[in-house]
């Protein structure tokens, strides 16, 4: 249980909204960025959850949730960087800009979230501060499909070594790496059948393996600058 709250980008739906809700479940105070309203977020500012609205996809946007975010706290406890946009690759004239929104989404907000975000971490009175970012198992294998996806979360990854390196010992950052994790509303169980192969585990085990891992960062003081894969071990196919 901390005093100061948590950072989730991107924590309206899925997997970040589950994470922002056991966290809260677990006595934490939490913030999250959102892009868009959705009916999600009145049942989460029910909860005591913040919300902040984000746009992730220019400087401007990424400097203005800044400025925001440190009007509504003092302190930060943890950042996690989860906002993303799973998002194929554009062709022609269009493919410049995919490229580059899917950079600042998931890399240039990191990057300056961490960089601004420092003084809130070092204003928290807990003994650990965290950053975590959420990578992807794609980052190891490249995809045919998004490649600028794939290229711009391996750019995170690789930030996740060189703040690490900046901010230790008082700050930790590390890396989760999930494979498929839950399955979307449109899908039906022939893509689950073929998703559930893909692994050696052979299932899609549902949001609460990304909190338990989650809550393995936050929790030891002792880890720093790793990528945690929770793939169900996909490198074994």
């Not at 990424?62 to 799973?86: C, G, Q, Y």
């Not at 294998?141 to 901010?167: P, Q």
């Not at 039906?188 to 990304?210: F, H, L, Q, T």
Request: neutral net charge; charged residues 25%.
């Amino acid at each position: 249980m901390s005093a100061a709250p948590i950072l989730i980008t991107g924590g309206a739906q899925r997997l970040g909204r589950h994470c922002a809700e056991r966290l809260v479940d677990d006595g934490h105070p939490v913030i999250v960025s959102y892009r868009r309203e959705r009916d999600e977020l009145e049942a989460m500012r029910r909860r005591g959850i913040v919300t902040l609205q984000a746009d992730f996809a220019s400087e401007t946007g990424i400097l203005d949730f800044i400025s925001r975010l440190k009007a509504v706290t003092p302190a930060l406890r943890a950042i996690v960087h989860n906002a993303s946009d799973w998002a194929p690759d554009a062709q022609g004239e269009a493919a410049g800009a995919n490229f580059e929104r899917l950079f600042r989404v998931h890399m240039l907000a990191p990057y300056l979230i961490n960089l601004h975000g420092r003084e809130l971490l070092d204003a928290c009175s807990e003994p650990q501060r965290d950053i975590v970012h959420m990578t992807d198992y794609v980052v190891q294998k490249g995809s045919r499909r998004h490649a600028a996806y794939a290229a711009t979360k391996a750019g995170l990854a690789n930030l996740t070594l060189s703040f690490a390196a900046m901010y230790a010992p008082e700050i930790q950052v590390n890396a989760i790496a999930p494979a498929l994790i839950m399955l979307g509303e449109g899908d039906d169980e022939a893509y689950a059948e073929k998703a559930r192969a893909k692994s050696a585990m052979g299932m899609v085990p549902g949001p609460g393996v990304i909190y338990q891992s989650l809550r393995y960062l936050l929790d030891n003081r002792y880890v720093t600058g790793i990528t945690l894969p929770v793939d169900g071990g996909r490198h074994l196919r």
